[in-house]
């Protein structure tokens, strides 16, 4: 009997021994090995990353394809455990090794598009003839074969596809919530929102990217109607139509059909009807409805709208393939790249200049156009366009490599904080920046929703000193999703002397006139809108229910709103959107969801909490 129970346990042994070298040869040697093989191209990403953050589109793709070739390795060593795929992990493993495969693919495709022509998107090169061409020639150049650029987009976007599909594939659910203080579920989660998000934005960018050449001109000549909307001077889109311009571009060569500040333009229409109630309500002595006035929604093509049966009956109009508005953040961050500019005699610096606490040249325009004082001013009518057209051929001088990779980042950055909007008569192209949230449009959610718009009715240039601060809190209250918006306006600089008969005076600091609307989702109930100076409005709009006040906000002053309300039902205020207005560089949001803090900074783009 002892001999037996010997043998068993011998057997035991021997058994157990065996599964053990089995998992030792069959998992636990190729998990390390493919782990190190793992590690190295890591490493190989880093610098990878290093030489994409270099502009040298050589050294990107030596070491593109030292990544390629150290990611074969990693896929080889990978495949010695495909065939436990019958474990949804080592399956999900296999997906997000194939994932990997398609993205060296689709950045293979993408450098080999544009190395030919790296020199005209900002890459720098061993060798180029482009730096040679004149500054005209390199735009003509770059417009007349972007087209070539962009011929992989369709490899390119079918790789991202083909990850979309793998990772859609992986259950995040199957994982433990933590692993060694790792919160796994979570992470495989975002990564994958994240990765469909860029997947998403890449489908939208499609035609607009296809379409680029000609946006700029490339087949027939294109003219776009360019308005500078002044900051400063808060309104629904963004700022106060200072200037406009209209510009014409074909095959890359651009010219100024004419430039002018808005009064002259409100000067072409002969009879102006009568100001919109929103103006008689909330604006100063103004009773007819000016184009300057015209930006009266917080959704760029609504406001256009007003805009255009304005300019309709003005004799100066023309034309037009698009309309492209910019804000005074466009101009500081020209000139923070390209340096001190001068034009007409007149220097313009991103510096901070003292007499406002903001850049000289945000300062030296508010000094040369608008109407707010009574001397004559010098070339007030064009600077503003002669300045841009400055800017724009003072990049095209200089090798692309040294300024158009910067200056093409910060446009698409200014883009999505909203300081461009873009707004194309062509429907497929107009669908595409709207789909890019790139034309300023209230945008749809089936979740909980906020966008707080501002409008400065006669109150100088105020928003230049104005700071403001939200605290959103959402509460569950009995059967119901109550929410609490508080939104506080600080002014700590003095007032500006706004004689308007003493010259040489620029007004600046004065009492702002705030017109705010506060957008939540349809059906939401108004409990309560404390610190409005007149009756409160409540209405539904662009989709939205919509709370509407007024207030004003002294130099050395303080004010605030606190809006109080109920979601409709079906919205549990899980989720929260948060679209921030056009024009607005930073406003900072303090978001409570159900007693957790989740966002407590300054907001620069839309976004979505949870």
Known sequence: ?????????????????????????????????????????????????????????????????????????????????????????????????????????????????????????????????????????????????????????????????????????????????????????????????????VSRLFVDAKPFLKKLPEILGSKEEQTYLLLFQNTAERRATGGFLTAYAVFKIKEGKITIDRSADIYSLDASIAVHPAAPKEIQMYHKDVTKFYIRDSNLSPDFVESLKLFTSLYEKSGARVKYDGIIALDSKILVDMLTIFGDTEVGGVVFSAEIDKRCDCPQVIYQLFNMVGEEVGYQKENRKGILGDLMYELFYKALRFSPSRYWGRLAQTMFVNMDEKHILLNFVEKDLQESVEKLNYAGRIRETS???????????????????????????????????????????????????????????????????????????????????????????????????????????????????????????????????IQKQSGVEEQTHSITLFGKKVFDKGLRTDVIVK
């Open 1 to 197: 009997m002892h001999k037996k129970k010997k043998r068993v346990a011998t057997l035991l042994f021997v058994i157990v021994l065996g599964i053990c070298g089995f998992i030792y040869i069959s998992l636990y040697l190729p998990y390390t090995r493919i782990k190190d093989k793992g590690m190295v191209v890591l490493a190989s990403g880093q610098e990878l990353k290093k030489a994409f953050s270099q502009n040298n589109i050589d050294l990107l793709s030596e070491k593109l394809k030292a990544v390629d070739e150290k990611y074969t390795e990693f896929e080889k060593e990978s495949q010695t455990v495909y065939w436990l795929q019958v474990i949804p992990y080592v399956a999900d493993f296999r997906r997000g090794v194939e994932s990997g495969r398609y993205g060296i693919e689709a950045a293979k495709a993408s450098v080999t598009a544009i190395a030919p022509y790296a020199d005209l998107i900002g890459f720098k090169k061993g060798e180029t003839s482009f730096v040679e061409k004149s500054a005209e020639g390199r735009l003509q150049t770059a417009v007349l074969t972007l087209d070539k650029v962009l011929s992989n987009i369709d490899v390119i976007s079918e790789n991202i596809n083909q990850i979309e599909k793998r990772l859609d594939q992986i259950d995040e659910n199957r994982y433990p919530e933590e692993i060694g203080g790792t919160k796994v579920r979570e992470v495989i989660r975002n990564g994958k929102e994240q990765f469909t998000g």
């Open 447 to 577: 979740n909980d929703y906020l966008h707080i718009n501002n409008v400065n009715f006669a109150g100088a240039k105020s928003n230049l000193f104005v700071n403001e601060k939200v605290v959103s809190t959402t509460t569950q209250d009995g059967g119901k999703v109550k929410r609490e918006v508080i939104v506080e306006y600080r002014n700590p600089y003095p007032a500006s002397n706004c004689n308007r008969h003493q010259e040489r005076i620029v007004c600046l600091n004065a009492t702002l006139r705030n017109w705010v609307r506060v957008y939540v989702p349809k059906g939401s109930k108004l409990i309560s809108f404390d610190g409005s100076e007149t009756t409160v409005r409540t209405y539904d709009e662009l989709g939205k229910t919509v709370f509407e006040g007024f207030l004003r906000v002294n130099p050395m002053g303080f004010a605030k709103i606190k809006v109080t309300y109920t979601l409709p039902e079906g919205i549990n205020g899980k989720e929260l959107m």
